[in-house]
């Protein structure tokens, strides 16, 4: 449920989904609102201002999906044991990362997550190892000529890594 600020009045009402529980608050970046689901692990994005769906169903957890958080790009979802990041546009995974048996929510500060583990009490991971895939852009360069049945086409290609890690393409 979207009330307005200013009056109280509610703006708009969706279910999540049919029989699921959503227990955690949601969190709020760039006018989409993202929710995590208990027991299911599934997680939704809504418009702000219409309560639209933008995307949302299964993830790749092992169940309970705590508040999801959105940083510089980035959405971070934890899990139970395992904290992902994900492109808040459309949900698709950029890395995960394995940290215990807790499932809280995460913060991150200065490039560093942190996030509890519910093993012990008190015990607190920051994880600054969590890599994105290499991701690559390939251009062509130049037009080819209509190239007949048993001809070889060679072309110019240049390859740019656009991700944060090493990768072959």
Do not use: C, M
């Amino acid at each position: 449920v979207a009330y307005d600020e200013g009056n109280g009045t509610e703006q708009w009402n969706t279910t999540v989904s049919f029989g699921v529980d959503v227990t955690e608050s949601p969190a709020v970046a760039d006018g989409v609102v993202y929710v995590g689901t208990k027991d299911t692990g599934e997680v939704w994005a809504y418009n702000a201002s219409t309560g639209d769906p933008v995307w949302g169903g299964p993830f790749d957890t092992s169940g309970t999906v705590a508040s999801p958080v959105v940083v510089d790009g980035i959405l971070y979802i934890a899990s139970v044991g395992e904290i992902y990041g994900g492109y808040p546009g459309n949900g698709t995974e950029r890395f995960s990362h394995a940290y215990g048996v807790g499932e809280s929510s995460p913060a991150v500060f200065n490039g560093t997550l942190y996030v509890h583990d519910g093993s012990s009490p008190g015990s607190l991971h920051a994880i600054t190892d969590v890599v994105e895939p290499a991701s690559f852009t390939v251009t062509v360069n130049g037009n080819n000529s209509p190239v007949d049945e048993g001809q070889t086409l060679t072309v110019s290609v240049d390859v740019t890594n656009d991700g944060d890690a090493q990768g072959q393409q």
